[in-house]
């Protein structure tokens, strides 16, 4: 077993204790109080626990890692973990049932290893560079959705960009044809296109922590991304686009994103 086959099954494994102890916390909204970093930025005691669970657990396995974490920073070196312990506290502090656990490990500039795990469906979202994305050991494949006029497209949203950002997407995605929802977690929302859920994923500013796992997915299930860590965006984030190959051209250039 080389050291990547390590670090995949630590991953599996830690996301998946990660994601049920923030599944009891969810199950008991006695157990946590919920905060605001900003406006709709929300914030809860179960973020940090979860966060520290996940550190802990990779620092005892692998202590010559670092760590890039959305609750607790750090400084990622070349072999690096980038790790959102509940992405989509909103939906998690206001009792939805759609978060979920991100890790992805970050080798060289690279994207090696991905995991996302949906708590309360108990579903767990895998990637490994050149070999493919799996849902619960199966695996994921991209829509072959061709027309926007038949396209289900996500489309995520911060404080990081202005209202009218967000409303031009949408009004160029509608009148092009297509629909869109927004369901309130960056992750889960790019595992969903690689798992033939949704057509693409568009956010114009996320946080590494929030789609680097979900970024891998998709590619290994034969989508496309733009190239996301180019100009430093694993510490300064930027635009996300995932979707599938088919619809590559058309959403890129209704949501303004460069093909690459």
Same mark, same amino acid.
């Given at each position: 077993m080389n050291d990547l086959d390590q670090r995949e099954l630590a991953m599996l494994a830690i996301a998946r204790e990660a994601g049920e102890l923030a599944r009891r916390r969810f199950s008991d909204r006695s157990s946590f109080t919920v905060k605001f970093k900003g406006p709709q930025d929300f914030i809860t005691e179960a973020d940090g626990e979860v966060e520290r669970l996940i550190v802990g657990r990779l620092n005892a396995a692998f202590p010559e890692d670092t760590y890039l974490g959305e609750e607790t920073g750090g400084k990622p070196g070349r072999r690096a973990w980038v790790i959102d312990p509940i992405d989509g506290t909103a939906n998690f502090a206001r009792g939805i049932a759609h978060f979920c656990v991100s890790i992805a490990f970050v080798e060289d500039g690279k994207i090696r290893l991905g995991a996302i795990y949906q708590p309360m469906s108990r579903e767990m979202f895998a990637a490994r560079e050149g070999r493919g994305a799996t849902l619960d050991g199966a695996p994921m494949k991209v829509t072959?959705?061709?027309?926007?006029?038949?396209?289900?497209?996500?489309? *995520?949203? /911060?404080? $990081? &960009?202005? %209202?009218?950002?967000?409303?031009?997407? !949408?009004?160029?995605?509608?009148?092009? *044809?297509? /629909?869109? $929802? &927004?369901? %309130?977690?960056?992750?889960?929302?790019? !595992?969903?296109?690689?798992?033939?859920?949704?057509?693409?994923?568009?956010?114009?500013?996320?946080?590494?922590?929030?789609?680097?796992?979900?970024?891998?997915?998709?590619n290994e299930a034969g989508g496309w991304t733009n190239?996301?860590?180019?100009?430093?965006?694993?510490?300064?984030?930027?635009?996300?686009?995932?979707?599938?190959?088919?619809?590559?051209?058309?959403?890129?250039?209704?949501?303004?994103v460069e093909r690459g």
């Open positions: 072959t959705t061709a027309q926007i006029g038949e396209a289900a497209v996500e489309l *995520g949203w /911060s404080k $990081r &960009r202005t %209202a009218k950002d967000y409303t031009d997407t !949408a009004l160029r995605i509608l009148d092009a *044809g297509g /629909s869109f $929802r &927004r369901c %309130a977690s960056g992750a889960l929302g790019l !595992a969903f296109v690689a798992a033939g859920r949704t057509d693409a994923y568009f956010e114009r500013h996320i946080n590494s922590w929030d789609c680097l796992a979900g970024i891998l997915m998709v190239d996301f860590l180019a100009g430093d965006g694993l510490l300064k984030g930027g635009p996300v686009l995932g979707t599938n190959a088919a619809l590559k051209d058309t959403i890129a250039k209704l949501v303004e």
